[in-house]
């Protein structure tokens, strides 16, 4: 069974730092691509960061650009987001997904979450003092 889980989640203060991870089980992450995504109450969900198949190329959405950092180890078969310099705005529910990718790049319909056909169930972080 092809499965995505986040954890990492958590309670942080304004200013503090948080690491993701999304672990694959099920299958191989060396021929996909990854994105995070977030959703807080009330909003649509929206892209954060975005990562080619081998690590050759990252994204960032311009609100987290300078601030996060994504990275993987596919020996691991897991991506991590690490988060720094937390804000009270970045409280929601992040989801990482996969989609198949045979190629270490990223191009612009890679940023869209209807290109994605494997989610995690997310993870909840909370800025707040």
């Known amino acids: 069974q092809l499965q995505l889980v986040e954890s990492g989640g958590g309670l942080v203060q304004p200013g503090g730092s948080l690491r993701l991870s999304c672990a694959a089980s099920?299958?191989?992450?060396?021929?996909?691509?990854i994105g995070w995504f977030r959703q807080a109450p009330g909003k649509e969900r929206e892209g954060v960061s975005w990562?080619?198949?081998?690590?050759?190329?990252?994204e960032y959405a311009d609100s987290v650009k300078g601030r996060f950092t994504i990275s993987r180890d596919n020996a691991k078969n897991t991506v991590y987001l690490q988060m720094n310099s937390l804000k009270p705005e970045d409280t929601a529910v992040y989801y990482c997904?996969?989609?198949?990718?045979?190629?270490?790049?990223?191009?612009?319909?890679?940023?869209?979450?209807?290109?994605?056909?494997?989610w995690g169930q997310g993870t909840q972080v909370t800025v707040s003092s």
């Open positions: 997904a996969a989609r198949r990718s045979y190629s270490d790049t990223l191009i612009k319909s890679y940023f869209s979450e209807y290109e994605y056909g494997y």
């Open positions: 099920g299958f191989s992450l060396d021929y996909y691509a």
């Open positions: 990562i080619s198949n081998r690590g050759g190329s990252t």
